[in-house]
T-cell receptor
Framework: GDSVTQMEGPVTLSEEAFLTINCTYT??????LFWYVQYPGEGLQLLLK?????DKGSNKGFEATYRKETTSFHLEKGSVQVSDSAVYFC??????????????FGKGTKLSVIP | DADVTQTPRNRITKTGKRIMLECSQT?????MYWYRQDPGLGLRLIYY???????NKGEISDGYSVSRQAQAKFSLSLESAIPNQTALYFC??????????FGPGTRLTVL
């Protein structure tokens, strides 16, 4: 079935370092792709999304490009801040039967940014 | 006010007790979800509901039940709690563009 695989964490970076969190997907079609972020003590919230191949989602300095050739949706940020410390989840809608789709999440990658 | 609220935020209970976790939303979405989060396992879907009359089992529904009392309310019950149900539980809604909106979570500890 449709699924996402994201890099294992944790990831620790110094402030202003470049961030990449890898996400690859397996899907029968071209579903929308999402990155969610979970800050400490909070629920998940949408960070960015892309709805079709070659789309680039962006928000808060983060970017991810939907690449069908490599079935990837890697999350990047050029200069991370301490406030970016969180857990990041890649997700896609996976078919769950009876014509419905449910979001399937990767296992999450914990990012810690140190001053 | 938060769009998706969960009560309680924290709960400690004993093995065998019945527990109910409640979720309310003001977003007007028909679709609601219950997930559990465990370290290293990500989020796993317990139950979901497309409307008041439509309840569906998710990946890990055994040991759980749900009730959709109204469009805005979706509760999760553990009829007889066991220690391996210790986890962080999230309620979520979903809009027509597949974006999900999560509550703040309930941390449940079963002793």
């Amino acid at each position: 079935g449709d699924s996402v695989t994201q890099m294992e964490g944790p990831v620790t970076l110094s402030e202003e370092a470049f961030l990449t969190i890898n996400c690859t997907y397996t899907a029968t079609g071209y579903p929308s792709l999402f990155w969610y972020v979970q800050y400490p003590g909070e629920g998940l919230q949408l960070l960015l999304k892309a709805t079709k191949a070659d789309d680039k989602g962006s928000n808060k300095g983060f970017e991810a490009t939907y690449r069908k050739e490599t079935t990837s949706f890697h999350l990047e940020k050029g200069s991370v801040q301490v406030s970016d410390s969180a857990v990041y989840f890649c997700a896609l809608p996976a078919y769950s039967g009876a014509g419905s789709y449910q979001l399937t999440f990767g296992k999450g990658t914990k990012l810690s940014v140190i001053p | 006010d938060a769009d998706v609220t969960q009560t309680p935020r924290n709960r400690i209970t004993k093995t065998g007790k019945r527990i109910m976790l409640e979720c309310s939303q003001t977003k007007g979405h028909d679709r609601m979800y219950w997930y559990r989060q465990d370290p290293g396992l990500g989020l796993r879907l317990i139950y979901y509901s497309f409307d008041v009359k439509d309840i569906n089992k998710g990946e890990i529904s055994d040991g759980y039940s749900v009730s959709r009392q109204a469009q805005a309310k979706f509760s999760l019950s553990l009829e007889s709690a066991i220690p391996n149900q210790t986890a962080l539980y999230f309620c979520a809604t979903r809009d027509s563009y597949n974006e999900q909106f999560f509550g703040p979570g309930t941390r449940l500890t079963v002793l």
